[in-house]
C-alpha cells in the first residue's frame, strides 16, 4: 500500500490565469476491482505536508480546503464510481477532501489503464472563474471538466494563494502510475497533426515516439523556450524551432533550419496565366508552412 505526493516549489495565485499540461500514465491493469488505484490534480492551501490517503483516497482525501480533478482507476461503488466490466476508469471533480460523487458531480468515463501516456490539459480563467480540464491527442482536446465556480471564496475563505500538485495511492490493487509537466506550447509538437507540425504536416502523418527524430519524415525536430512571461493577457514567451527538413527554408536570423513563434507571415505568389491561381503561404508560430491556393478576383483561399 503507498500513497504520496508533489507540490510547486512556490503557491500559485488564482487571481491569475494558469494554463498547465500534464503527461500521466496510469498502468496496465485494467477491469473492475483489478487495477488501482489512481491519482488527483489538486489545488490546496493546507501545505506541502497534506495528507496522502491510501487507496480509494487517490492521497487527496481528507485534504481541505481543497480542490482536486481526479482519474480513478478503481471503482468503488458506494462512492458513486461508474462503469462495470473493464470500463472503470473516469475523471471527476471533487472538492475539500470528499472522493463521494453522489454529493457533488458525477464523473465522467474516461480510459486510463491502456499502458500509454495521457495528456491532460488544465487551464483556469481568473476572470470568470472556469476550470477546464481537457484530455489530449492527435484529433484534437476532449474537454472533460468545465466547471464555473468562485472556488477564492467558497473554498478557500478569500485567500488566493494555493499549492499546485497531484497526489496518488495504491492498496491491494495496484499499478504503475506517474506524471510529468510539459509546457502547454509544446502540444503542438507532442501531437503534430491536430495542427502546427514541422514541415510535411498531414492529417496522421507525423509520429515521433523517439524524440527528437520524426520516424514517419526522417526530420530532427528541436524546441527552446528562452523567455516566459505570464501576463493578465496569457503567456508571453519566445520560442525557437528548429528542424532539419527547413534548411533549404530557412537560413537568416538564427541560421540554417532555425525559426522562432514571432516570425508568421503570408508569402503571396504570382497568379499563374493558364490557371488563374496563386499560392498563398502562410508561415505559422513553428517551422511548418500552409500553403493555400487562390482563384484571381476571390476572396477565398483553399487548401
Known amino acids: 500500500m503507498v500513497s504520496g505526493s508533489a507540490w ?31 491519482i488527483a490534480f489538486v489545488l490546496q492551501n493546507v501545505g506541502t505536508d497534506a495528507s496522502a490517503a491510501l487507496g480509494m483516497g487517490l492521497g487527496y482525501a481528507g485534504t481541505s480546503p481543497s480542490v482536486a480533478v481526479e482519474f480513478d482507476t478503481y471503482r468503488n461503488t458506494d ?19 470528499s472522493v463521494d460523487h453522489n454529493s457533488f ?21 481568473a476572470t470568470t472563474h472556469q476550470l477546464m480540464v481537457s484530455a489530449v491527442n ?24 494555493v499549492w499546485l500538485g497531484f497526489t496518488g495511492a495504491t492498496t491491494y490493487a495496484m499499478n504503475t502510475q506517474y506524471f510529468y509537466e510539459v509546457p502547454t506550447s509544446r502540444i503542438d509538437e507532442i501531437y503534430g497533426s491536430r495542427g502546427n507540425c514541422n514541415l510535411g504536416c498531414g492529417e496522421s ?41 527547413g534548411v533549404p527554408s530557412y537560413s537568416t536570423n538564427l541560421g540554417y533550419g532555425w525559426t522562432h513563434n514571432h516570425e508568421m507571415h503570408l508569402t503571396f505568389g504570382e497568379y499563374d496565366a493558364s490557371s488563374g491561381l496563386r499560392r498563398v503561404t502562410l508561415k505559422g508560430d513553428t517551422a511548418n508552412p500552409y500553403s493555400f491556393t487562390q482563384e484571381a478576383g476571390s476572396t477565398v483561399l483553399k487548401p
Open 105 to 125: 458531480l458525477p464523473p465522467v468515463n474516461h480510459t486510463l489503464e491502456d499502458g500509454k501516456e495521457h495528456t491532460f490539459r488544465f487551464q483556469w480563467n
Open 8 to 38: 510547486g516549489a512556490q503557491q500559485i495565485d488564482l487571481r491569475e490565469d494558469f494554463d498547465r499540461t500534464f503527461i500521466v500514465y496510469l498502468g496496465t491493469i485494467n477491469g473492475t476491482f483489478r487495477g488501482g488505484d489512481g
Open 205 to 245: 502523418t507525423q509520429h515521433s515516439p523517439a524524440n527528437p527524430i520524426n520516424t514517419r519524415t526522417g526530420g530532427y525536430d528541436y524546441f527552446a523556450t528562452d523567455i516566459s512571461i505570464p501576463s493578465t493577457a496569457g503567456e508571453i514567451f519566445f520560442e525557437r524551432t528548429y528542424t532539419s527538413l
Open 138 to 161: 492527435e484529433s484534437g482536446e476532449t474537454i472533460l471538466v468545465d466547471y464555473t465556480e468562485d472556488f477564492v471564496q467558497t473554498v478557500f475563505g478569500g485567500n488566493p494563494k
Open 79 to 97: 462512492l458513486g464510481d461508474p462503469g462495470s466490466g473493464l470500463d472503470t476508469s473516469h475523471v471527476a471533480l471533487l472538492k475539500n477532501g
